[in-house]
Antibody, heavy 120, light 107 residues
């Protein structure tokens, strides 16, 4: 079964750090471009960033609000995607989803999300 | 920054047709994708590459794109189609962007 499972969410103070993980199974993770998407409470979906497969260069891209604070990485030996979040702000409070394209070109597989709350 | 514009809400009677638009300057050159998100759930891809439907998505969902506007059509809307719908595309540099979302009410 194709599956993505996020973990690592929680409550953190402003200025703090947190690392999210996304464990993948059921598909060829090393060939997949992986994306993080977030959703603040009561708000819409927001693209956070993406990492390409190593065969496609392994490069990363980030949305402007998180650039220079968040870092996406991957460990293909563990089939795991990471999101390192530093200098967290209250506006980073959201459910964070990892997602990828497995069957079709669109992001057709999503995890259930992990909740990050940034508050003092 | 690049934006995709959607109407905040669309209402439709059961069995009727709902159309949701998504406007963006790069859409003539970039594919549009559509996601359905029901309350408390992760998004589900319903249309990819402007007009293709993934396996398992009902035929009443269709997509089209012309110029700077993409459209998601729900033909014969069902009560279970009530959800938030988001268009998605990329800008000229390949960065992803979602539309602001459209709440579809079937009543």
């Amino acid at each position: 079964e194709v599956q993505l499972v996020e973990s690592g969410g929680g409550l953190v103070k402003p200025g703090g750090s947190l690392r999210l993980s996304c464990a993948a199974s059921g598909f060829n993770f090393s060939n997949a471009w992986m994306t993080w998407v977030r959703q603040a409470p009561g708000k819409g979906l927001e693209w956070v960033g993406r990492i390409k497969s190593k065969t496609d260069g392994g490069t990363t891209d980030y949305a402007a609000p998180v650039k220079n604070r968040f870092t996406i990485s991957r460990d293909d030996s563990k089939n795991t995607l990471y999101l390192q979040m530093n200098s967290l702000k209250p506006e980073d409070t959201a459910v964070y989803y990892c997602t990828t394209a497995v069957v079709v070109t669109g992001m057709d597989v999503w995890g259930k999300g992990t909740t990050v709350t940034v508050s003092s | 920054s690049y934006e995709l514009t959607q109407p905040p809400s669309v209402s439709v009677s059961p069995g009727q047709t709902a159309r949701i638009t998504c406007s963006g300057d790069a859409l003539p050159k970039k594919y549009a994708y559509w996601y359905q998100q029901k309350s408390g759930q992760a998004p589900v891809l319903v249309i990819y590459e402007d007009s293709k439907r993934p396996s398992g998505i009902p035929e009443r969902f269709s997509g089209s794109s012309s110029g700077t506007m993409a459209t998601l059509t729900i033909s014969g809307a069902q009560v279970e189609d009530e959800a938030d719908f988001y268009c998605y595309s990329t800008d000229s540099s390949g960065m992803g962007v979602f539309g602001s979302g459209t709440k579809v009410t079937v009543l």
